[in-house]
């Protein structure tokens, strides 16, 4: 009897790996079918708004685009952990950071646009966050080199060093072509995906591209909960101007899915998932959401003046909804919503 319980034991959990199997590869599989459609999208997006860059160069742009997009993109279907398992040694970790620089390699080289320098600071940049990850493996999330991880990924991105040519020694010239700006943050998100759901694995971050009816509910409600307040602040502080004119209606989906994908759900990776997840390992849930919040406002004070406080004031503002929405089921999709949400609104129409 023993002997056929322990049967029965070894099946049940045979069948329980089974049907994980199967999830994973129906994950993977929709994956692929909206990559897909992404790149078909990004295509029709590019020729409607005349990409010169793809015009000239389709080839590179279109594989480059794909390149970059691919990590960000599969490792919200479960990617990481296959990924984790075929670089289980610390060589290879670090090897495989590297070639987080072979978009940039695919879009420059073809238009004459390489940089050498800016090469090989991604590839240095690549090593060096691989490397303060797997030195600290074994230690809490929130540590010292995580914090020396992220300020370097934020400040690069957050002061626009990755587009200024100057930084690179290279005045007058275009480091990215027409349209193409955006690369760099990708490339950067792609290194942090990398780095805490593969090298350094994180419990919490939220990082799941298939939304659910709660991710909905609570992201709505959260935007529906901070509209009210920041209209009438940002307009008597003369930050929001209301536009009358009604966009195009095939314009409010469009903004809003590209709002989501470039904009909102990378800012909340970075300041939900990782740095308000962080902190509240180390203090209170509600000091966490102050400090991300916080955080995140200070992180709007050049744009587009030296120092706007208005717009650190509503973004900071706007960072407590935000990670409201996140902290509810630590689901970053919800507070994607959210924020894709408002910032469509905003440009829409009270830029």
Known sequence: ??????????????????????ARSRR????????AALLAAFGVIARFFRLQH???????TFVGFGLVIAPYWFFGFGAAAPLRRLLHTPI???????LLVVPYLVISIPGGSFNWRIAVAFVVIAILS????????????GNGWDFVVL???????????????????????????????????LMMVDLVLYGYLVVKPMDGIGYDLIPTST??????????????????????????HFHRTMPQAFMIPVSWIFTFIFVALPEELFFRGLIQNMFARHMGRNAALWTASITFGLSHFNKPSIFNWRYVLLATIAG?????????????FASSITHATVDTIWSLWFR
């Open 151 to 185: 300020a370097s990924v934020g400040i690069m991105v957050d002061l626009g060093l990755w587009n200024s040519s100057s930084f690179w020694g290279a005045p007058g010239s275009s480091i990215w072509p027409p349209g193409m700006g955006g690369f760099p943050k």
């Open 320 to 332: 407590l909804f935000y990670g409201r929405a996140w902290r509810e089921q630590r689901r970053l």
């Open 28 to 35: 993977l599989i929709i994956a692929a079918m909206t990559y």
């Open 54 to 60: 793809l015009d000239q160069f389709p080839v590179s």
């Open 215 to 240: 991710d909905v509910k609570i992201g709505l409600r959260e935007a529906l909960f901070y509209t009210p307040i920041v209209v009438p602040v940002g307009l008597l502080l003369g930050f929001l």
């Open 92 to 98: 290879t970790q670090v090897i495989a950071s590297t």
């Open 130 to 141: 691989t490397a303060a990850l797997q030195r600290s493996v074994s230690s809490a999330a």
């Open 1 to 22: 009897m023993k002997s056929r319980d322990s049967d029965m034991g070894h099946t049940d959990s045979a069948l329980g790996n089974i049907s994980k199997k199967e």
